[in-house]
């Protein structure tokens, strides 16, 4: 199978993922979102890794992996303090952070 | 012990006082302070005698002495130190220093015994005596100019020592910045002197001078004059004059130790000191001996004129200054010194005396309200008409004497010097008048309600403390005179140091009898001994003829005093009546004052206005502001995209690195 697939592929996930966080106003789907972009990189360098025949790539993506986990940890902490707090689960409502 | 090591002695202990009354205030007891400052000074002027006894053990043309406790700088061919010079000149000055500012410690050590700031006022007037002992102790030029400064910041020191009274510190500040001026010119000269004599040492400076420079040349004239405008500034002479009288809004020990008896007397040391390069520079030297001669005339005509009993002794002293300028400035060093001396001791017994009338009269000074004073404190009148007739220089007191030494040397001396002779005894003739209209106002006749309170209750009187200068009411606390200053009758200190500068006042002048005595020139002539002008020598009949002419004159002035205010007293009325422009120049002072603020400060406040509504408004204020609104600008267009919506900040990141990515891709094909 050709290696344009799969990036296609990627590609196709990393759009849908960039849309999601754009246009979806609650947290927990924009962080779905980003770990759907995370994926479509990790697809792109396993399919990249078994183009160029090494292992260095598949290793990247157990890196990224494990970057997720952590951002999913603390994404989802995140959520459930603006819970705790009884903050709208909404973040156009949250822009404190306006300059 | 040598000569040096008794000078560095002489300059330590004055130190001393100072700090340890300064920093130990809150330890030692409320009169210690009193009984420190006044011996730390007694016992340098213990150790300035050592120092005139190992002098005198010495060959008269060996006593000179320079020694160094270390280095100041010493690089490329720099050579500055810590170092003094001992010789006749600086013995003799430390010994009127020191020995008079005991006497004036002494009293001061009763007269502000009331007053809140005790502590502050002797650590001030110790640290006074120090400078000023530096000041004529300096053995190069450096350190003259750091005593210089020492005895500007003590005056300023002093003279504002009641901060609080407005017209006080605006006093200080005057003379402060007066006195500046004067610094300025000195610093220059020094620069000077190094620039074409490579060194700032006085006995290097003092070989090298007459080799490196001809006579009249521009550089030694130039060095000269700058020389002469820290003098002038210092010692008060005109145009730098305008401070003195202010200053006499210090307290009354202030004005009789600094603004009479040594301060003001550092410009005759000065040019005493550099008479080598005056009689290098013959047009300086008599541009200082005119200027002398004008201050004694103006001042002596001020004098008169004016009702403030401490403000018209101070134009005295200006006038009696100015005897002593035109006296070294001529050649007639000796002379010219021996007047700082008798002159150290009437002034400031004067000062004493008229402290003691102020302090009865609730610290008012005007001698309008002043009459009957000789009933009513009979010490003080004795004394006060004891330093009168020094200054008036009646026959055989001090003042006698040494006055009519330099008018013998000016006559002696021949030519122009002669009018200076006869200018003198003009100012001789209104010196007796002014001094004794002082006195015949305030010692005779009934006595004055403050007086007859004193007579009647044997306590002294207590107005509401009053301003003199404003007549403005004052509360009294910590910067403010205190509530009531002492008078010689009660107060033991006071009356001793008063006896002594009494006797000093009375036969001061028995030590240089023309052709009998002969003590202090005798001992002053080998430092100067390398003056052409030192062969000059007025004959033994030619002074005493001087000496009568002087007594007749001083004699014909109290003559003259006594018909104006005792005799008939409706004549000077009468006299301002008609020459009522004459009366208004001398009692606004010539309007030397209102010159200066047209010429100087008003055109400097015009700069600066000027400087303010252009420079400022436009260049600096142009650059601050233009550098506010290109940074204010910047951050109000960032803050556009700091809009708070995640999904913003997102949307940024990946058009940022699409566009990233998009360019790269682009620049690679």
Redesign the interface.
Known sequence: MNVEWYVVLSSLLFAIG?MG???R?SPIV?LLCLELMLNAGNLALVAFSRMVGNQQGQVFAIVVMVVAACEVVVGLGLIVALFRRKLPLD??A?????? | MSATSWAWLVLLLPLLGSISIALGFRAIPARAAGVVGTASIGLAFVCGVAMLVNLLGQDPEARHHASSLWDYASIAGLDIKLGIYVDQLSTFMVLVVTGVSTLIHLYSFGYMRSDEGYHRFFSYLNFFVFSMLLLVLAGNFVLLIVGWAFVGFASYALISFWYRRATATRAGMKAFVINVVGDIGLVLAAFLIFRELGTFDYGAVFAKAPEVFSTNEWTVTAICLLLLVGAFAKSAQLPLHTWLPDAMEGPTPVSSLIHAATMVTAGVYLIARTHVLFVLAPTAADIAAFTGLATLLVAGTIAIAQTDLKRAIAYSTMSQIGYMVMGVSIGAYAQGLFHLMTHAFFKALLFMAAGSIISAMANRQDIDRMSGFWKAMRFTSVLFLIGSLALAAFPLTSGFFSKDSILAFAEARGGMYEWMAIGGYVGAFLTAIYTFRLVFRVLPGDPCPEAAHLIESGELYHGPPINPATEEEEDTEVGFPGAHHHIAEQSKPMAVAMAVLGFGALFAGLVQVPGVTDVLFKFLDPAFANSPLSEVHPSVGAEWRGLAIGGLISILGIATAWLLWVRQPELPALFRERLRPVYLLCLNKWYFDEAIDFLVVRPALAIGRFANRTFERLVVDGLVIGTEDVVGGGGRL??I???????GY??LL?VGFAGLALYFLLSSS
Request: proline content about 0%; cysteine-free.
């Open positions: 960039a966080i754009l246009v106003r924009i973040v156009d949250l822009r404190e952070l306006r300059g | 960032v803050r995209v700091q809009s708070g919506y995640v999904r997102a949307l990946i």
